[in-house]
């Protein structure tokens, strides 16, 4: 019995998945003998896995950190030879992106927006509206953008000057399921960074949220940087995981533009539709 006991970890370690897949192109097969066999999205792979390449494929697996790997060269190589590439810095917003495909991977349930927590808020409370999307975070310059939530409401919203006290420079009532903040933010002085909350209660204690309007030029740059982030693989998959960067960056948006742009591409994706609508 000892002995059981003692080889069960060794067993759990040999079952732990090193790497998934994430796209494949073309011919990329595993090829540990006597076993082979084509790769898709999805299959688990091992560090002791052999892998090989055809001329003119592609493969580009997430590895267990959440960084990504790429190969486009016709090769074939055993995947221990590669971890050291999956330690390489990565920005927060790629990782994010990965993890949450990881899991979906795994488990078809999982939320895209549980992986969408975002920095610079100051809460002080909790919203008591259920909202479309997380509004901690919100880079502006033009473009629609609507915050919605079920049912209608009275609700107050507030700018500020500071994240805490502070001047209160616009001060708004509506009634309704919807907030048109494209609108309000066309009311503040120009580009800047703003602190604003919203509430259906009376109570002080809320949520107070980060915003900056930038500059177009400035604006433009930054987007381009977040686009830059992504994993090119086929072109609705792309514009998805673009669309997730630059709602989790809160450029929101601009993600919703790629977020249109994925389910133009691949209608059938239920996953793009659901958070496209989101903001329809």
Not at 8 to 25: I, N
């Amino acid at each position: 019995m000892l002995l059981l006991l003692c080889a069960a970890p060794v067993k759990l370690a040999a079952q732990q998945v090193d790497f998934k897949v994430y796209f494949v192109k073309g011919q990329v097969k595993k090829i540990n003998p006597p076993k082979t066999y084509t790769l898709k999205k999805g299959d688990a792979l091992h560090e002791s896995d052999w892998v090989s390449i055809s001329a003119g494929a592609q493969l580009v697996l997430i590895c267990k950190n959440y960084n990504s790997l790429k190969l486009f060269k016709a090769d074939t190589v055993k995947l221990s030879t590669l971890a050291a590439q999956c330690a390489r810095p990565s920005n927060s917003y790629t990782v994010a992106y990965l993890r949450y495909v990881w899991d979906e991977l795994k488990d078809n349930d999982v939320d895209a927006q549980n992986y969408m927590h975002n920095v610079g808020a100051v809460v002080r409370g909790e919203p008591q509206l259920k909202l479309n999307f997380n509004p901690d975070t919100i880079n502006y310059s033009v473009g629609p953008l609507n915050l919605s939530w079920e049912g209608k409401d009275q609700v107050t919203v507030k700018f500020y000057t500071a994240p805490h006290l502070g001047k209160v420079v616009g001060l708004y009532h509506f009634y309704g399921d919807h907030l048109p903040l494209d609108s309000l933010f066309a009311k503040l002085n120009g580009a800047g960074v703003y602190y604003w909350s919203m509430s259906n209660t009376n109570e002080s204690n809320q949520p107070r949220y980060y915003l900056r309007i930038w500059p177009q030029q400035a604006y433009q740059a930054a987007i381009s940087d977040m686009i830059g982030q992504s994993v090119a693989t086929d072109k609705a998959e792309t514009a998805y995981m673009t669309g997730f960067i630059l709602e989790k960056a809160g450029f929101t948006a601009e993600a919703i533009k790629y977020y249109r742009m994925a389910c133009d591409l691949d209608q059938n994706n239920k996953i793009y539709r659901t958070s496209l609508t989101r903001f329809l």
